[in-house]
T-cell receptor, first 119, second 113 residues
């Protein structure tokens, strides 16, 4: 079984600043995906960014980027030029790759980091 | 773009009653997942289906069952409801061959009184 740990329950930064959310995981799998999901007050789960473990290049989506360290089992999210709309709960998630029979494994989530962007 | 549809959005039930939650995946998506998120908790994976067959099973109670139909929509049936079943229930869908990305619906908020 895999575990995902987010050690920062809450973070607060000023608008336009850069913030980094940390995530570590533990698994015996060699091939998997990692994700960051955002959950604003509406409670909708929104995909922010994904990373394939077999890719060494860190994923980037506009103001969001990750620092993926496979050997250290670390997957941090950096948000640049933070905006008020970035205020949300951020969940790090793990998914192993299933090769036989199709379909996919469920996501294992961390406990989340509540990010507050101050005006 | 079309998203995952869940119904109902809100549901109130009494203890020991039954509830049925429905999920309509994004068109062409063939894999459906169910998650339960309690207050202040992270989502917990319950069960998934691919091409109408159970694909993976998580922490789903024996009182719950689910299935995926020929049109790929899915239903989560919950019986003998308990106070602790009060939660937000998410459905997510993905497309085989692109199964790394699960797209979530808006959730069904179940309250058990």
């Amino acid at each position: 079984a895999q575990t995902v740990t987010q050690s920062q329950p809450e973070m607060s930064v000023q608008e336009a600043e850069t913030v980094t959310l940390s995530c570590t995981y533990d698994t015996s799998e060699s091939n998997y995906y990692l994700f960051w999901y955002k959950q604003p007050p509406s409670r909708q789960m929104i995909l922010v960014i994904r990373q394939e473990a077999y890719k060494q290049q860190n994923a980037t989506e506009n103001r969001f980027s990750v620092n993926f360290q496979k050997a250290a089992k670390s997957f941090s999210l950096k948000i640049s030029d933070s905006q008020l709309g970035d205020t949300a709960m951020y969940f790090c998630a793990f998914m192993k790759i299933m090769y036989s029979g199709g379909g996919a494994d469920g996501l294992t989530f961390g406990k989340g980091t509540h990010l507050i962007i101050q005006p | 773009a079309a998203g995952v549809i869940q119904s109902p959005r809100h549901l109130i039930k009494e203890k020991r009653e039954t509830a049925t939650l429905k999920c309509y995946p994004i068109p062409r998506h063939d894999t459906v997942y169910w998650y339960q998120q309690g207050p202040g908790q992270d989502p917990q994976f319950l069960i998934s289906f691919y091409e109408k067959m159970q694909s993976d099973k998580g922490s789903i109670p024996d009182r719950f069952s689910a299935q995926q139909f020929s049109d790929y929509h899915s239903e989560l049936n919950m019986s003998s409801l308990e106070l602790g079943d009060s939660a937000l229930y998410f459905c997510a869908s993905s497309l085989e061959g692109e199964t790394d990305t699960q797209y979530f619906g808006p959730g069904t908020r179940l309250t058990v009184l």
